[in-house]
């Protein structure tokens, strides 16, 4: 067993059941002219996690451990899209729109891809999904049950959203879930900052959070 310094107290894990679960790196969320930016938000915001990410996924690749990405993303014909989730609020483009980088969050549009700076390498699974959180509607519990992983440990964008909605569902899955703290980004900095205390609150009860250095060292 490996144990890393974390909040509210230690994580312990076996390297051998750990995965690495990059959340929604995409060109949408990430660049100007994407899905992130049509609801108003200033995208720039999430660019800090790109570092820290990058030196937590070369860490899981040289340990070879396994990495899963996730893409939240929809069919070209839009029927996995739920009018609720394309008719809310005002956005200046919706989803299945064509924008500068393709339709909005379309499967197969370059805006829905993951950006170069944390693109998946050949033996890296990536989920598409049309939900916020990662189970549902897609493979993801079948591909962590066959990897036999029981740790997860969580980078990605948004961290109140995408982020935060996965760590819940796979906490109650019975998954021991960390998120890596400065390998997430929200629009909304104090959004990120309540995510952190509402998952490591009363004993960690959605899970456990550190920072990619002290992940890093453990895994070296
Ligand atoms: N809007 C926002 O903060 N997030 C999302 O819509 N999706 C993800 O978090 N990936």
Redesign the pocket.
């Known amino acids: 067993m490996a144990v890393i310094k974390a909040q509210p107290f230690d994580f312990t894990f076996e390297p051998s059941t750990t995965g690495l679960v990059m ?2 790196f ?1 060109r949408d ?1 990430m660049e100007p002219g994407g ?2 930016e049509t ?1 108003g ?1 200033d995208v720039s915001l999430l660019r800090a996690a790109i570092e820290p990410a990058q030196a937590l996924l070369a860490a899981f690749r040289k340990a070879g451990l396994p990495v899963i990405h996730t893409r ?1 993303c929809h069919r070209p014909d839009l029927s996995d899209l739920p009018d609720a989730k394309r008719d809310r609020g005002a956005p200046s483009l919706r989803i299945g729109d064509a924008g500068p980088m393709g339709r909005i969050l379309i499967s197969g549009e370059p805006g829905a891809d993951i950006i170069p700076e944390l693109y998946p390498i050949k033996g890296e699974t990536v989920i598409d999904k049309p939900g ?1 959180g990662a189970f549902y509607s897609t493979e993801f519990g079948a591909v962590l049950a066959d990897l036999g992983l029981k740790q997860l440990i969580f980078a ?8 935060q ?1 996965t760590m819940r569902e796979a906490n109650d899955r019975g998954f021991d879930c960390l998120l890596a703290t400065d390998a997430s980004e ?3 900095p104090a959004f990120k900052a309540a995510a952190i205390d509402m998952i490591t609150a009363q004993g960690g009860i959605v899970g456990w959070a550190s920072p990619v250095a002290q992940i890093v060292e453990v895994l070296d």
Do not use: A, H, R, W
């Not at 990605?156 to 982020?163: D, K, N, R």
């Open positions: 959340i929604d995409q969320f899905f992130g609801l938000n939240e916020k990605g964008v948004t961290t109140e959203v995408c982020v909605t929200s629009y909304f």
